[in-house]
């Protein structure tokens, strides 16, 4: 099992509560009102297809950003843009699958 394990694998697990606790930003690109419904404590909400015009603003401060969103694709989304960017960036994918990890840190 370890085997499979390893070869599906997309390397080694993210410690998401160490980032937070190091400063990284959370950034939600879901919809406003998707966000309104419910989202991670400390969030920003920066819809994906308004993402690209924030890229300065997120670089300015220097942070590594954690997206999130409903699902885990627009975040992927997400992350590869800002990735491509230059900005350190990590997948959260759902929002509320998050916020647990973050929890049991």
Not at 9 to 14: I, K
Not at 22 to 40: C, K, M, Q, W, Y
Not at 63 to 87: D, Y
Request: aromatic share 6%; proline share 4%; hydrophobic share 35%.
């Amino acid at each position: 099992m370890d085997f499979l394990k390893k070869l599906f694998s997309s390397g080694p697990a993210t410690d998401f509560g160490a980032l937070v606790k190091e400063g990284a930003l959370i950034v939600d690109v879901r919809t406003p009102a998707e966000f309104n419904s419910g989202h991670n404590r400390g969030s920003v909400n920066i819809p994906l297809d308004r993402l690209k015009g924030k890229v300065e603003e997120l670089r300015k401060k220097g942070k590594p950003v954690i997206t999130c969103c409903r699902s885990g694709n627009r975040s992927g989304m997400a992350k590869s843009m800002l990735t491509a960017a230059g900005l350190n960036c990590y997948n959260g994918g759902a929002w509320d699958s998050l916020q647990r990890k973050l929890d049991q840190s």
